[in-house]
């Protein structure tokens, strides 16, 4: 077995042992903790040297289907630079979402199901990341899906939740569907003989697809991956969802299964159709300012937290789709650092939001207040994480919405062309985050505290450690974007260098 | 050993069993089933051991096709599909003893149970012969074997009037298609001058074929096989018979009949589709059979709030996709192509896996549960974590999630029709399989997000030997959905 399906299979085969009667809190956090070394194992042994769609590292694969008339068919999973970031992405937030998984309460009895689609939704995440198969990467998202639909319908909070779960289910399978139309017609387009990435994209770059029907691909694989990614005006499920889902499987899905869509648009559909990317790119600049600016006002209209956070996080894919719409080097690489930079930030918010509903039976605005005089851990931690999320110098937020402004704004022609304007009006969306991120901090921890409200102890060590080693990635990468620019860099330009030819 | 021993072992089988029920005066008659079940369980190994003759001379070959992978796929399915009918009828035995129960004082408590589990085992050697038979008559023989098995076993539960009204339902519609079936081999006969298939391929391949009357033929043939597959608008038979039989059988008619209507349809619409003059009006034909079939079978189970009468309204689709693949036969013999008959065997494969574990699930179900109705699964997964899962496996199957093996009998499908540029067919499919979504899901989100009914909380037990069954088939369709090869590889 390779380094790599023991990292996607591990969470799978620990959820099995846990649903045929292994400890379960045990198993799952062990499992994690391993998934973690296992990535970091890979980034320390990664070479920053080798370039392109197709140059995977700790590459394996097994044939599964040789039919003919069918393409090739194997189990094959290898990683880039742009899949190393997702999949360290990954482990850090499935070990912090499983460690604070029982900061819901409520969920005792079925404790065994709550673990066992914990683990599924991480692998089937991991699985996604590193699959070099076209099949696989599609299988391994769904399978993450599915849990999350059954968490939020079963445990979620709120009257709504079976509501919300159905909308969620709605939206995301018809993503997926049009996803998969996208995908066969484009697999079909190329007459390929096997669903490998990267034979996949060599074909795309040797006998491009008719640039017609380059068009539809792309506007089927982006409108696709939108719904997944909650692109604007497809985002109406996220927000209600994250809400109502219990803590792990928002940090889970918020942080980690959502960044799939932007990682399809990048590995397959500026590969596959860049002539259709740049047919759409009006549309798309115009719907990506539509989640900034639009999703940024509903933010600020918003009256609990856990709807707040919701949209923020909505919001904040706008800036991921403008650093993949600049379609160079520098762009690209700021979506993918802001990939890994959200997913920590918006993990970390959506832990904190879920310990204070657990501590504080509620989440709305005017009930809360004044919190951080009597909890000041708790205060310190959730005014870091909005800083991050606002993107304040020394959080990777902020190199990520650097490069993807800067990959935006670039260009030789002086004048301003429609991607510039669009920059020139996302900036706008770093006003608006911190008009209701500090809106919120003031609110909730600072002023005068409610009378009603009772006041638990502070944060005990088993949630500050998950929460912190959250915080801890977000600092370095923020000090040090490096760390990982030197993985997504190589990856990146590989990709450009087989496209842009 | 020769391929037509398998037959008659299993003949035999099914004769050593009702013998013992005759002379053994067995106290417990669950044990003829476990007789029934191992001895098709060797029958299953024996056929990796079946022997593939250079020469098929002499009179039997005219009858019996030449053992090839498709035909020894095909018997395969049909012993593990009855095994697994076997299997659900010992869990079903309460409600066949309750309602066939002999009221005379002294009479065996199980009076009327030999036959049940001794008939399936006849429409098992049945439905073997008709994986292979070559000849206008030995596939009308086998088909009216299997036929007439499944009148009595629908009508089985004497005292029950719905299932009594199935069995006349299924009994008229099943003279009626017979009929067609008789009239279409007829002109076929008199068009080619021949009952053998491969003499029929060559004769309708010729120039200046009768192609008005062989058209005919072709159609009053496709009425008869669109009745076994359960194809709209020859479909209304099954919701009635499907909710009124006992559920083993059930199963066995929505596995059972329809492989054995697909395989007959594979080897008798080959030629046509071989045939220059005929090919195109009657891939016309198919495609028009296949769109509604798609469509009737997936909307009109969207509504249905009984279990049975939605699974087999879902039948109905499945056969649509079935019909799919066989409309989208590539024009020329392409090395590089895929099958119809491959494609049709994959699927069915994979819906057998699926149906059967359901209507597993539903049998251990009805024996403690009277209703059938979807709220009787509310709140399952509380009741039974195991039967909640196995259902939510196969629903997902069924609605072809990634990952399991209905996926790819799906996907296989869909790929003939875009390589034949079946675009209409293509768009019903997506819109059956989006329905399709729907109502798996409405059972799975009844099981998980609903409590159970007042009064039902309590547990629920299985059987071991049924749970066995569960878990083998629950691992045969995820390992199938990671890799189809595995299914693909025993049809080459």
Request: glycine fraction near 10%; charge should be neutral; include cysteine.
């Amino acid at each position: 077995m390779s380094t790599l399906e023991l990292l996607v299979f591990l969470p799978l085969l620990a959820a099995l042992a846990v649903g045929l009667g292994a400890p379960a809190r045990f198993t799952a956090l062990g499992a994690s903790v391993l998934v973690l070394l296992i990535s970091f194992y890979c980034a320390l042994n990664f070479s920053t040297v080798l370039e392109g769609n197709g140059s995977w590292q700790f590459a394996s694969s097994r044939t599964l289907l040789e039919m003919p008339g069918f393409p090739k068919l194997s189990l094959a999973f290898g990683l880039d630079g742009i899949s190393l970031v997702l999949v360290l992405l990954s482990a850090l937030v499935l070990v912090a979402a499983v460690w604070v998984a029982p900061v819901e309460s409520a969920i005792k009895g079925s404790s065994r199901l709550y673990y066992v689609s914990l683990l599924l939704i991480g692998g089937g995440a991991l699985g996604a990341f590193t699959a070099t198969d076209l099949f696989f990467l599609y299988a391994f998202h769904e399978l993450a899906l599915i849990p999350t639909f059954l968490m939020i319908g079963i445990f979620g909070h709120g009257e709504q939740r079976v509501r919300t779960a159905w909308t969620i289910t709605i939206f995301l399978g018809v993503g997926s569907l049009i996803l998969l139309v996208g995908l066969i017609l484009a697999v079909g387009a190329l007459d390929s003989t096997s669903f490998d990435v990267a034979t996949l994209t060599a074909l795309a770059k040797s006998t491009p697809i008719a640039a017609n029907l380059q068009g539809w691909i792309f506007l089927l694989l982006f409108i696709g991956f939108g719904i997944l990614v909650s692109l604007f005006p497809f985002h109406s499920w996220a927000a209600p969802a994250y809400a109502e889902a219990p803590t792990p499987v928002a940090m889970l899905h918020a942080g980690v299964l959502k960044k799939f869509g932007l990682y399809g648009l990048i590995r397959l559909a500026l590969p596959l159709a860049p002539a259709g990317a740049e047919k759409w790119l009006h549309l798309v600049l115009i719907l990506l300012l539509g989640n900034i600016l639009y999703i940024g006002l509903v933010t600020i209209a918003q009256k609990k937290l856990d709807r707040m956070l919701g949209y923020s996080s909505v919001m904040h894919m706008g800036y991921a789709f403008l650093g993949i719409a600049a379609g160079n080097v520098v762009g690209v690489s700021g979506a993918v650092l802001l990939m890994f930079a959200h997913g920590l930030s918006i993990a970390l918010l959506f832990g904190l939001a879920g310990w204070m509903r657990d501590r504080f039976g509620g989440l709305e605005f005017d009930k809360l207040g004044g919190i951080a005089k009597s909890l000041p851990k708790l205060g310190l931690l959730f005014g870091f994480a909005a800083f991050a999320s606002v993107g304040l110098p020394g959080f990777a937020n902020f190199a990520a919405e650097v490069e993807v402004f800067f990959g935006a704004f670039a260009g030789e022609d002086a004048g301003m062309s429609w991607i510039r304007w669009a920059t020139v009006g996302a900036l706008w969306g770093v006003v608006i985050s911190a008009v209701y991120m500090l809106r919120a901090y003031r609110t909730i921890f600072m002023g005068p505290k409610p009378e009603k409200l009772e006041t638990p102890s502070d944060l005990d060590w088993g949630a500050r450690v998950p929460l912190l080693i959250l915080l801890v990635a977000l600092l370095a990468v923020g000090f040090a974007p490096d760390l990982l620019n030197q993985f997504i860099r190589p990856a990146v330009n590989g990709l450009f260098l087989v496209t842009a030819q | 050993m020769p391929v037509y021993y398998l037959e008659f072992i299993v003949v035999a089988l099914g004769l050593v069993m009702l013998m013992v029920d005759a002379f053994a005066k067995l106290e417990d008659k669950r044990s003829l089933a476990r007789l029934g079940i191992l001895g098709l369980g060797i029958v299953f190994l024996l056929l990796f051991t079946v022997e593939k003759p250079a020469a098929t001379e002499g009179v039997l070959w005219k009858f019996y096709a030449a053992p090839d992978s498709l035909s020894l796929f095909f018997k395969g399915l049909a012993v593990l599909c009855t095994l697994l009918v076997l299997v659900m009828a010992v869990e079903y035995t309460p409600v066949v003893v309750e309602q066939t129960a002999n009221p005379e004082p002294g009479a065996h408590s199980q009076a009327g149970l030999g036959e049940f589990f001794a008939l399936p085992v006849f429409a098992c050697a049945g439905l073997m012969w008709m994986a292979s038979a070559n000849h206008l008559v030995s596939i009308f023989v086998s088909l009216e074997t299997v036929s007439i098995t499944f009148y009595i076993l629908v009508a089985y539960l004497r005292r029950n009037v719905g299932s009594l009204e199935a069995g006349v339902k299924y009994l008229i519609l099943g003279a009626l298609s017979t009929g067609f079936l008789v009239y279409g081999f007829a002109w076929l006969f008199g068009v080619t001058g021949s009952m053998e298939l491969p003499a029929i391929s060559e004769a309708l391949a010729r120039e200046g074929i009768n192609a008005t009357a062989a058209l005919f033929a072709f159609a009053l043939i496709l009425i008869a096989l669109g009745f076994k597959l359960g194809a709209a608008p020859f479909h209304l038979w099954i919701p009635d018979v499907y909710q009124g039989a006992p559920t083993p059988i059930t199963a066995f008619l929505s596995v059972g009949s329809k492989a054995a209507g697909a395989v007959v349809a594979l080897r008798l619409i080959s030629p046509f589709l071989a045939s220059s003059p005929l090919v195109g009006k009657v891939t016309a034909i198919l495609v028009v059979l296949a769109i509604l079939t798609l469509l009737v079978g997936n909307l009109a189970a969207l509504p249905q709030r009984n279990i049975k009468r939605l699974l087999a309204y879902s039948s109905v689709g499945h056969s649509g996709f079935l019909l799919m693949a066989m409309a989208s036969a590539p024009r020329e013999s392409l090395a590089n192509a895929m099958t119809p008959a491959t494609v049709v065997a994959f699927y069915l494969g994979a819906y057998l896996l699926m149906t059967l574990l359901a209507f597993l699930v539903l049998s251990s179900l009805r024996a403690v549960t009277p209703g059938e109705d979807l709220d009787a699964y509310r709140g399952l997964s509380k009741r039974s974590p195991f039967l909640a899962f196995a259902l939510v496996v196969s629903m997902a199957s069924l609605a072809g999630i990634p990952l399991t093996a209905g996926f790819f009998g799906k996907l296989f499908a869909f790929k003939m029709a875009i390589d034949a540029g079946q675009w209409g067919l293509l768009v019903a499919g997506l819109i059956a399989a989006g329905a399709g979504f729907y109502y798996y899901l409405k059972i799975a989100v009844s099981m998980y997000f609903s409590a159970p009914a007042k009064g039902e909380e309590t547990a629920i037990r299985v059987n071991p030997l049924t749970a066995a069954a569960m878990v083998v088939l629950m691992i045969l369709i995820v390992a199938a959905g990671f890799a189809p090869g595995l299914i693909v590889r025993l049809l080459s």
